[in-house]
């Protein structure tokens, strides 16, 4: 019996919180402009605030050597009410972001 109450009670608050802003945001944009074999191109953006956008392609196609290079970005707001923007390259190099936010390696 207390087993069944506790998990009452612990129903009820999950059911009562407030939805949050995440939670209730919707989708401003969503653009998908190519996918095929020579590539694919996406972006979206969220009432929110979240925005990304990606392209990628594959290159020296069926070299040795061949690899899918991605460039992209996203952003969003952190719960410290900070922008967060981020550029991105995916290759045969690794990811490698960048953003003012990220430490940079010493030269």
């Known amino acids: 019996m ?3 109450i506790i998990i009452f ?3 009820a608050v999950a059911l009562a ?3 949050t802003p995440d939670s209730q945001a919707a989708v401003l944009r969503n653009e ?3 996918i095929g074999v020579d590539g694919y191109n996406f972006s ?3 009432s929110n ?3 990304a956008g990606e392209q990628g ?3 020296n196609a069926g070299a040795e050597n061949e690899a ?3 460039r992209g970005q996203f952003q969003y707001t952190g719960a410290d009410g900070v922008l967060y923007s981020v550029s991105y390259v995916a290759d045969e190099n690794g990811f490698q972001p960048q953003g003012a936010h990220l430490p940079v390696a010493p030269q």
């Open 32 to 34: 998908v402009d190519n």
């Open 2 to 4: 207390k087993v069944a």
């Open 44 to 46: 979206y953006e969220t």
């Open 57 to 59: 392609q594959v290159v």
């Open 17 to 19: 919180a407030p939805p």
């Open 9 to 11: 009670a612990i129903a």
């Open 49 to 51: 605030g979240i925005a």
């Open 68 to 70: 899918l290079v991605v």
